[in-house]
């Protein structure tokens, strides 16, 4: 295993539904990010993290919110999604130089495959 | 522009044989470059990794990839497939427009699938 967790691995809901992804990283890396991966469509980095605050929002919808309230916990909220928005979320860690050791690596977690009804 | 091209959408090979996946890359200044793997319903794990010194890294699994800067290539090679490891793999390249001391943005290539028969 990489060090980094997600839950739950798979979550259906409906349209009108409020759910949240969980990803932990165990690593001590001070860098998380989400990831979305639909088929045939290459990875799309929707949200960053460094040290707590947000640092890249990469034009996605508001019905995701994140949230990270400390280095080794992220969270993706989610409302009012679309049937296309089904797809697998991959969450990443990665060091940065902030701690005089930065790595460029990032390291993923098994992510959570989502389906919208 | 920057980007990452995996010019083949799968790769066969036979068990045994020697196995290479392709990558080109465009970026600005040094590229730091990385490939993945990912098997069914998991996330991507780290393989390999360039950033400075010999231009052939190895890395995980028996893989090895070989930078190439005049060919802006960094294929990944190994020499005796396995059938484990039938996978998808990804070739990215650190985002070289962005930098930051606290995170780097990766550019990924759109996959390859390689299948290795028995």
């Known amino acids: 295993e990489t060090g980094v967790t997600q839950t739950p691995r798979h979550l259906v809901m409906g349209m009108t539904n409020k759910k949240s992804l969980k990803c932990e990283q165990h690593?001590?890396?001070?860098?998380m990010y989400w990831y979305k991966q639909s088929a045939k469509k290459p990875l799309e980095l929707m949200f960053v993290?460094?040290?707590?605050?947000?640092?890249e929002n990469n034009s996605v919808p508001s019905r995701f919110s994140p949230e990270c309230p400390n280095s080794s916990h992220l969270f993706l909220h989610l409302h009012t999604l679309q049937p296309e928005d089904s797809a697998l979320y991959l969450c990443?860690?990665?060091?940065?130089?902030?701690?005089?050791?930065?790595?460029?690596?990032?390291?993923f977690g098994p992510g959570t495959r989502l389906t919208v009804l | 522009a920057q980007s990452v091209a995996q010019p083949e959408d799968q790769v066969n090979v036979a068990e045994g044989n020697p196995l290479t996946v392709k990558c080109t890359y465009s970026?600005?200044?040094?590229?730091?470059l990385f490939w993945y793997v990912q098997y069914p319903n998991r996330g991507l794990q780290f393989l390999l990794k360039?950033?400075?010194?010999?231009?052939l890294v190895k890395g995980s699994y028996g893989f090895e990839a070989e930078f190439n800067k005049s060919q802006t290539s960094f294929h990944l090679k190994k020499p005796s497939a396995l059938v484990s490891d039938s996978a998808l793999y990804f070739c990215?390249?650190?985002?070289?427009?962005?930098?930051?001391?606290?995170?780097?943005?990766?550019?990924f290539g759109a996959g390859t699938r390689l299948a290795v028969h028995p």
């Open positions: 993290y460094s040290l707590e605050e947000r640092v």
């Open positions: 990215a390249v650190r985002d070289s427009r962005f930098f930051s001391g606290g995170y780097n943005k990766l550019i």
């Open positions: 360039y950033i400075t010194g010999d231009n």
């Open positions: 990443a860690s990665s060091q940065g130089e902030v701690s005089g050791t930065e790595t460029y690596t990032q390291y």
């Open positions: 690593l001590g890396h001070n860098a």
């Open positions: 970026v600005s200044g040094n590229p730091y």
